[in-house]
């Protein structure tokens, strides 16, 4: 059972026991402080050593160079979807991606929610001007999938609505592909007390607090909503064509690391270094329904 308290502080049901959440308050919970790290079952009891971090993470900052390069003399082109939890570290995996790369033919896309007249359009339509030119990588922070996710929980569209995405969502897919772009889904997922801990650092770090939204405060609650969405929406747009991958970000630097590397492992680009990129962490990324079987 979840109960509002007030508006900034929740009653939590998590693995059988009743906790009280209160954004506001400075101190953070022991119980989350402990928890956070381990929860969802994260496959690591310590977070990737720094230095060993910066040391892979510039190998594969220059390896996408590479790619970049080879995008503009092939004119392929490369399109990237950021998706998951709030606070799972969408936005600190962009950037990781984005570092070194020429921002003229690196674009990110974080669209706003609809005007009236995007509204009144095809679905999809609001998207599809962004996607990528020849010689561009086009990475969308959230995309068309709200739809899937935030809106049905939110109630921002109906189940009429949610209903005709799931269906639409693989067929549009297959457009895009089938054009010829190299298209990736990224799910990032994070364990109930990490997202709450990251919420709580928002509050109050007066650099990251714009990062805190009204409705990461109004999902608080809604932890088994978004989870039942999410399973819905990888059990019917996980396909052949347009997979889904499925990334345990509790430690944003393992996560970008396997974003990356799954990135480049699968191009097959001008140069590519293949002990550079070294192996994916199998425990920290996996692919469609089965992740949370």
């Known amino acids: 059972m979840n109960e509002m308290t007030s508006s900034r502080a929740v009653t939590l ?3 059988g026991e009743r906790h009280v959440f209160d954004i506001d308050d400075p101190t953070l919970p022991k119980w989350i402080s402990e928890k956070a790290l381990s929860s969802g079952g994260y496959p690591y009891d310590k977070k990737l050593d720094d230095d060993r971090y910066e040391a892979e993470l510039r190998l594969l900052q220059i390896e ?12 392929e082109r490369v ?19 984005r570092a070194y790369l020429n921002p003229r033919e690196a674009r990110v896309v974080a669209l706003p929610k609809p005007t009236p007249t995007e509204a009144g359009q095809w679905y999809f339509q609001r998207y599809v001007e962004h996607f990528p030119t020849a010689g561009e990588i086009v990475l969308f922070d959230r995309s068309w999938y709200n739809r899937a996710v935030v809106e049905p929980v939110m109630g921002f569209c109906t189940p009429k609505q949610h209903r005709h995405f799931l269906k639409a969502a693989p067929v549009f897919e297959k457009l895009i592909v089938d054009d010829g772009i190299h298209f990736f889904k990224f799910w990032l997922d994070i364990g109930r007390e990490m997202q709450l801990k990251r919420f709580h650092d928002r509050r109050h770090d007066p650099l990251k607090i714009w990062k805190l939204s009204p409705m990461d ?7 088994k909503e978004y989870g039942e969405k ?12 347009a997979p889904w991958t499925v990334v345990r970000a509790n430690d944003k630097r393992r996560a970008r690391l396997s974003i990356i590397r799954h990135l ?17 962490d199998k425990r920290i990324l996996d692919f469609g329904p089965k992740a949370f079987r």
């Open 79 to 97: 399109m990237a979807l950021f998706e998951g939890r709030d606070a799972a570290g969408k936005g600190g995996s962009i950037f990781a991606v």
């Open 64 to 75: 996408l160079v590479k790619v970049q390069s080879w995008l503009q003399e092939s004119g």
């Open 13 to 15: 049901d998590i693995g």
């Open 264 to 280: 480049l492992d699968s191009l097959d680009y001008t140069g590519k270094d293949s002990k550079a990129i070294g192996q994916i």
């Open 217 to 223: 405060i109004a999902s608080l609650d809604r932890w």
């Open 230 to 241: 999410r399973d819905q929406m990888l059990e019917e747009t996980h396909t052949d064509h």
